[in-house]
């Protein structure tokens, strides 16, 4: 009788580690949806890069955070140009960085 109470116990305990483990898991959709958004901008800002609608440094404010914008000439290439984008999300407390080399827009 004493090891099945002991062996419920084990399952029940088992049991509620793994419970709580999948609600925090599952608990920040906010957060997901905040990057994903990031992601998003950065993308844009890429686009507008290479079409030329962005052709100095600056930085967007957003309502999770900012983007900071940077574009520098590439090494010894006069029609390759550096783009650094920085996604700051404040609440989440993360940084995305994404460098890419693109064509410069004449």
Same mark, same amino acid.
């Given at each position: 009788m004493a090891e099945v109470l002991v062996a419920s116990l084990i399952f029940l305990l088992i049991f509620a580690i793994g419970l709580s483990s999948i609600t925090k898991i599952t608990l920040q959709p906010k957060d997901r949806c905040n990057i994903i958004e990031a992601d998003f901008y950065i993308k844009k800002i890429v686009n507008d890069? #290479?079409?030329g609608h962005i052709k100095q440094d600056s930085s967007v404010q957003c309502k999770w955070g900012y983007i900071k914008i940077n574009l520098e000439p590439y090494k010894d290439y006069q029609d390759l140009q550096k783009?650094? #984008? @920085?996604?700051?999300? %404040?609440?989440?407390?993360?940084? %995305? #960085?994404? @460098?890419?080399i693109i064509k410069r827009y004449e």
């Amino acid at each position: 009788m004493a090891e099945v109470l002991v062996a419920s116990l084990i399952f029940l305990l088992i049991f509620a580690i793994g419970l709580s483990s999948i609600t925090k898991i599952t608990l920040q959709p906010k957060d997901r949806c905040n990057i994903i958004e990031a992601d998003f901008y950065i993308k844009k800002i890429v686009n507008d890069c #290479i079409n030329g609608h962005i052709k100095q440094d600056s930085s967007v404010q957003c309502k999770w955070g900012y983007i900071k914008i940077n574009l520098e000439p590439y090494k010894d290439y006069q029609d390759l140009q550096k783009v650094e #984008i @920085t996604a700051t999300l %404040i609440k989440e407390q993360r940084k %995305i #960085i994404r @460098t890419q080399i693109i064509k410069r827009y004449e």
